[in-house]
Each structure stands twice: as C-alpha cells, then as structure tokens.
C-alpha cells in the first residue's frame, strides 16, 4: 500500500468548484468511515477548509477515492475531474508538509491552516481511520510547522484575509469611525476580523448568528450587540459594512434583501466581504449598483502584497521540508523491514527450539555435555547456511554476484555483538 493525497485547492478550483465540493464539519466523520468500512482505503484523514478538500490516505491505489470525488461532485452537477490534483508516496507527504507550514495557502505562511489540519487529524483519530503511517506522517507534519514558524519569517509581513478586508473598507470609507459594522456568524474568521475592523473603532458593532447564545459571548468581547440571523431581514439596512462567514450550505443574504436594504438606505454603498465556503451571499448580489461585495478569491490579489519579498523565507522552509522528508522516508523503509526481521527470528527461534530439542534428548541420556554443545552449535551453523548455500549454487552469474554483496553486507567481518 502507498500514501496518497487527493484533492483540490484555491489554487486548481476556483470558488464555484470549491463549495460545491466542501463538506460541512458534521460530515467529515461519516465519510471517513465510509471510505474505511467499504475498504476505499486502510486509514484515512480528509481536510476540509475554505480553500481546499483533499484525503490523505493509505490504500493500494487512489482510484476509488478519486471516484468518490468525481461521484460527489457529479451529484451537485459539476465535473471535478480537471480540478484534481493527486500525490504519491514522497509527494503526498511533502504536500502535507506544505500544507501545515503555510506554503500552500492563499495567504502564505497563514497560521491558522495548522490549526485546521490539527483538528482534521483528531477527527480522524476519533473516527478510528487514523492508523500507524498517517499518525507518524502527520507527527512529523507538525514538527515540521512548527520549525519553519520558528526557524523562518514566513509568518512576518502576512496579510490575513481580515486585513486584506479592512484594507478594501478604508478604500471605500476611509477611517470607519463613522461606519456601522455587522458580523455575521461566530467563527474564526470572524473573530479575527471582528479583531481588525474594531481597533478602527467603528460608529456600532453587531453580531448576528443562528443562535443568540454563541452571538452573544463574541459581541461582549468586542462591546456590540447580538442578533439573530432571523433580525436580518428586517435591519440589514442598517449596516455600511458587512463581514460574513457561516457554516450554512446555503446562502442567507439574497439579492432581495439586499435590493430592499439598498432602497432605504437611498443608495448609500454598502462594502461586503464573504468568507464562506459554500457563500454566504448569492453570486447576483455583486451585480447591483452600490454594492461592494468581494468574496475569497477576490481578496487573494490583496494578501499576495509582499509575497516576493518573502523568497528568502520560503527557500529556507522548502529546505526544512526536504530534511524532514528524508527523515520520514527513512522511518517508513524501516517499518517496511519489520515482516522481514520478524520473520527471519521466527526461521531462528524455530531451528533453535528444534536443536535445543535434540540437545536436550542427549543430554538426559547421559552424552558428554561437550560433544552435545558441540553438535547443537554444529546444527545451528548448518540450518541457518542451507539455504543460503543452496540460493548460491543455483544462481547464475549475475544473481551470484548480486547474492555475494548481500552475504558481504549481511556477514561482514566484524564479530556481532553479544546479547548474553
């Protein structure tokens, strides 16, 4: 079985591909167990974010995951298939590598992808799809973020998705003191925007989310007050800008509410920012006059500012992780060699026990402990070169000499070391 990783990212797919593939958090588990109960794969960990769907798995080939993709997306009318990306072996884990150190994001060197991918890994472990190799490749995973946020300054300079968006709303508004702001959902994305967009001090901050509870613990940190989703309708002409990002696999703001906002607001902009995947904002808002809405892909021009002054620092990461890949290519070829050292001390213990035997039956007859030893030691020799003699004496030439290099390697001309 080989290491795989299959996938898509903001990188193959744009937008429109990216959420109709998406899968919501409370999904992950069941379709991790599908892919091991039907024997898809021998383990496996999806990561799920707003900008990528892929699998990391173990399996004899990528096949049926890949279809599996391909079915899904079929299901949603789409072809997913030119948007596909696969890695194998040493590719698939440099890839992972990739991946928690931030290289491969749209915001390079973004530290919340770790997070995400730690996360990935526990539901995984919970699901029981987390075996030996992936839970290895993913430990060395973090140890290598870990030192290339340490090590490099691929984290120095970054621009967030929340600062690229606050950047866009000074464009618009200049300062936004005088800006009433709405927060729309209670994740991490929104906090950190929640972050940015109040150390403007804007005029009020709302927070509107399904359940007024978890609204209401974020709009204490940030001094504004909670709504529900439901309040929407009824206020969204209040707000001059709009932060979204929501696990809904459908989209709560229509052109509709919109339009009516725009109306009583006679026309003043209202600046628009969604970070959600699927979208929380239907595709025909962005059609309308006086309406400023950017979506993920549309921020990425923003956060690549100063990505080239960072080559240094990626350099130095991508170096990091080749270290790392030898490292884990090494503990792999050696858990490779664990059948073939167990099953040679089981032939060992097997012609031990059967001369130990004979020793024994000797030895009760009253033989001379001497002349036992010295058969027992005679019998052990010539069990264990049976074999190779025989190998030899049928070779031809080639594989003579290919044998004669392995009994060097295997048999140098060093005594072993003692165990007694």
Known sequence: MALFAVGLNHRTAPLDVREKVALPPDAHGRTLKSLVDNSVAAEAVLLSTCNRTEFYFRAESCDAVTQWLTTLASSRSLDVTPHLYTHTGDEAVRHAFRVAAGLDSMVLGEPQILGQVKQAVRVASESGTLGSQLDRLFQHTF????????DTAIGEQSISMAAASLRLANRLFGELTDTTLLLIGVGEMIELAATHFTAQSPKRIVVANRTLERGQVLAERFAAEAITLEDLQERFHEFDAIITSTASPLPIIG????????????????????????????VEVAGLDDVYLYTLDQLATVVQEGVSARAEAVAEAEKIIDRRLVEFREWLAQRRTVPVIQSLRGKAEQYRQTELARAQKLLA??????????????????KFLHHPMQALNAA?????????????????????????
């Open 143 to 150: 140890a290598v973020a870990k030192e290339v946020r340490s």
């Open 255 to 282: 052109k509709g509410m919109v339009e009516r906002a725009l109306k009583k607001r006679r026309h003043r902009p209202i600046f628009m920012v969604d970070l959600a995947v699927p979208r929380d904002v239907e």
């Open 365 to 382: 007859k009253g033989e001379d402990p001497a002349k036992v030893l010295d058969a027992l030691s005679q019998g052990l020799a010539n």
């Open 396 to 420: 031809d030439e080639s594989e003579r000499e290919m044998l004669t290099r392995a009994l060097d390697r295997l048999y140098p001309d060093t005594d072993p070391p003692s165990h007694a």
